[in-house]
């Protein structure tokens, strides 16, 4: 295991994995209207599940949106719901319950490695983010937490990276990016999602 300014054991580390649980009927509704709710539903199923064993890997709690009786999906892992409020809010309160890093469910590219840089990054820096090809991040990481980063910012636009680096840099944060990657959002992200299941079966 490698060694990081938090512990000796990547076990240790304190992750969320923020979501909504995949039974809901909110689950990605703008890519439902282009694919059908049930293949969208079934597309976030297999992404969420990906993410949920990269997460394994580390101390975990699967912060959940509609946490339901049926939670075999979680894989064994901790589950909480989230708070109330709006986004910002309520992974402002994931940080104030002593999580280091977050990342959402959704990443088609998301590996254990790329959660493991997020943690290494922290020793440098103040805030690590996993930015997104629209604008967003997909992955936050910070020491404690920093409710600035959380408020007035233009949820599901694509300035809410831009925004959060913005605020870092007046509060004085040194703010690493990890690679670019993307999520599945519209019908091209599914298309080009099926071509990456096809290229890596």
Not at 15 to 30: H, N, Y
Not at 108 to 117: A, G, N, V
């Amino acid at each position: 295991m490698k060694t990081t300014g938090f512990s000796k054991k990547v076990s240790d580390y304190r992750l969320a994995v923020f979501t909504k649980s995949p039974d809901s009927s909110e689950i990605k509704s703008r890519l439902g209207e282009e694919i059908g709710r049930e293949i969208a539903r079934h597309c976030y199923y297999e992404l969420l599940t990906n993410t949920l064993r990269c997460a394994k890997s580390f101390l975990t709690t699967v912060y959940v949106d509609g946490l339901s009786e049926d939670q075999n999906w979680l894989l064994g892992l901790s589950a909480k719901p989230q708070s109330d409020g709006d986004l910002g809010q309520r992974m402002l309160a994931c940080f104030e319950d002593g999580v280091i890093v977050l990342v959402g469910g959704d990443c088609p590219l998301m590996t254990t490695d790329y959660i493991e840089k997020a943690f290494d990054a922290l020793v440098e820096h103040d805030l690590v983010l996993g930015p997104t090809e629209d604008g967003g991040y997909v992955l936050i990481g910070m020491h404690e937490p920093k409710p600035e980063l959380f408020h007035d910012i233009p949820w599901s636009t694509e300035s809410v990276l831009s925004a959060t680096i913005g605020v870092a840099n007046t509060l004085g944060l040194s703010v690493k990016c990890l690679d670019q990657v993307w999520d599945v959002d519209t019908k091209a992200d599914y298309v080009r999602w099926l071509d990456l299941r096809k290229d890596s079966s």
